[in-house]
């Protein structure tokens, strides 16, 4: 299986890459989705823009408050690297395998957006920020925005996702994910997910972010679970009645790999294990 | 394009295609066909082999992006005719029934035991479960990897389970 004929360029920067850019490049990072994608020929871009050799992209950087992974960093980085916060780096941990993780991007996962995919629950639930630079200028984008629809994100065609900012956690706060995988366990893509922050003073809920993956037309918030977890005690009760607003807004959609009943049905347990776990890692 | 890169230790080069897939580049081109092509999509990791050190899938990536690499494939794990502790391993625990999986089974086992050299049953499956196997059920591919890694710590491998081992 061969992708169709294309044109290739491998910048050394950022600029260079830039100026590569066109209406019909496609940028490519660890190639984990784009290459499937062109070998089915269900894309076919003219000019492929391999970031892959630009330098200064693939380190994981401490900026105090909040640290910033760059467009190169590897799923297996992420996952492992001890600095990222426990929902993204679990989400990236349980993204495909061993192979996909060593070549995969966590850049790569969240510009793909794709509606099972892991990390763009956990970037949503750590309230990540999202750095896209073009040759006029950097804007960020919050998680929240940046989810547009299936396979849409906030990107311009002219913008590389450069890096995504996580704030770290501070005192009283944790975060989780957790996902039933399409392989049965958490193996491949999610039937369904989720991802849940939290952050507890004197005893009670004081903020919380919720994220579904696999159910709705996109990784999305489940604002209406955060805001009934605030100002109560995080006891398993007050979680599993949380859990039952976990469809507010969301569109199910049934796939090949589970029913909207079905998948209704494991937003509010994965949403109720993932909170569950999120306090317990605080 | 031109790209060039280093595979088990010898350098080459050729003119490809962008869209070459680096196993295509691998069977085709360098006539290295131990490493096999199953489904095509990025699933079953017959096509594992190593570049700079860590497994990948050679169905899922472009030879251009290989520039400038070091590869490994199946063919480089023997040296002066003795077999890797792994290939050992799947030779005397029946690790292998058809053998279509076992190039890159051997490639994604070798890499685990390189980073966790006493890995336990689940850290096995783990470290392979990029890799499918149609013929065997994984247990004697487990069997296989614990008894490499216990060669590889220099330790008696655990007796095959048809002496009664576990
Ligand atoms: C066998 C297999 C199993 C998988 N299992 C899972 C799974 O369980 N869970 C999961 O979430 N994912 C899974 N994936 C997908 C994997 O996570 C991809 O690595 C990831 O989705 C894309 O990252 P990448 O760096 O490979 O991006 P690429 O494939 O290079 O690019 C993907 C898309 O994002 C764009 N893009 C990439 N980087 C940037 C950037 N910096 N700026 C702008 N645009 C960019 C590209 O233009 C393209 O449209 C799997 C993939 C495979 C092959
Ligand atoms: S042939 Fe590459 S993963 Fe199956
Ligand atoms: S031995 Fe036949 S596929 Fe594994």
């Keep these: 299986m061969y992708p169709r004929q294309f044109d290739y360029v491998a910048p050394g920067s950022l600029d260079e890459a830039f100026g590569a850019l066109g209406d019909t490049s496609k940028v490519m990072a660890g190639g984990m989705s784009l290459i499937p994608l062109m070998k089915m020929r269900l894309f076919s871009p003219g000019t492929v823009v391999d970031i892959g050799r630009i330098g200064g992209l693939d380190t994981i950087d401490d900026h105090g408050d909040h640290i910033s992974i760059g467009a190169l960093v590897r799923h297996a980085e992420t996952a492992s690297s001890g600095a990222v916060p426990t929902a993204l780096a679990t989400a990236a941990s349980l993204t495909g395998d061993v192979q996909v993780r060593n070549r ?32 006029s200028g950097t804007r960020e984008i919050p998680a929240s925005e940046f989810f547009v629809d ?6 311009h065609h002219d913008e590389i996702l450069t890096s995504v900012k996580i704030p770290k956690a501070g005192d009283g706060e944790g975060s989780a994910y957790d996902k039933l995988g399409r392989r049965g366990g958490r193996s491949d893509y999610a039937v369904a997910g989720a991802a849940a ?19 709705g037309t996109k990784p999305q918030l489940a604002d209406g679970v955060a805001e009934a977890l605030v100002g109560t005690d995080g006891s398993d009760g007050a979680v599993e009645a949380a859990a039952d ?9 049934e796939d090949l790999y589970g ?3 079905y998948k209704s049905h494991l937003a509010k347990v994965y949403v109720t294990r993932a909170v569950k776990q999120a306090l317990a890692n605080i | 394009m ?15 295609e962008p869209r070459t897939l680096l196993v295509h580049f691998i069977r085709e081109e360098l006539r290295l066909t131990g490493t096999h092509v199953g489904c095509e999509t990025g699933y079953c990791g017959a096509c594992t082999v190593h570049v700079d050190g860590k497994p990948i899938k050679s169905c899922t990536m472009l030879a251009v992006q290989a520039d400038g690499a070091t590869v490994t494939t199946i063919e480089g794990m023997a040296s002066n005719g003795e077999l890797h502790p792994v290939q050992e391993g799947f030779w005397e625990r029946h690790g292998l029934q058809c053998g279509f999986c076992t190039p890159g089974m051997i490639m994604s086992a070798a890499a685990l035991l390189e ?13 392979i479960e990029g890799n499918l196997c149609r013929c065997t059920g994984y247990h004697n591919i487990v069997r296989a990897v614990e008894y490499a890694g216990a060669k590889m710590r220099g330790e008696e491998p655990p007796a095959p389970d048809w002496e009664g081992g576990d």
């Design chain 1, 150 to 155: 299936a396979l849409t994100s906030a990107l």
């Design chain 2, 2 to 16: 031109q790209v060039s890169m280093t595979v088990n230790g010898r350098d080459v080069s050729a003119d490809v």
């Design chain 1, 259 to 261: 029913s909207e009943e």
């Design chain 2, 115 to 127: 980073e966790n050299e006493n890995p336990s049953e689940d850290e096995i499956r783990h470290g």
């Design chain 1, 104 to 135: 995969g991007t966590t850049c790569g996962a969240l510009a793909h957006a794709d509606v099972a995919a892991d990390q763009p629950a956990g970037a949503l639930a750590c309230g990540a920020v999202m750095v896209a630079q073009s040759a």
């Design chain 1, 197 to 215: 922050w939290v952050k507890k003073s004197n005893g009670s809920i004081e903020a919380a972010r919720v994220a579904l993956t696999g159910v």
């Design chain 1, 245 to 253: 607003r976990a469809l507010e807004g969301v569109t199910v959609l």
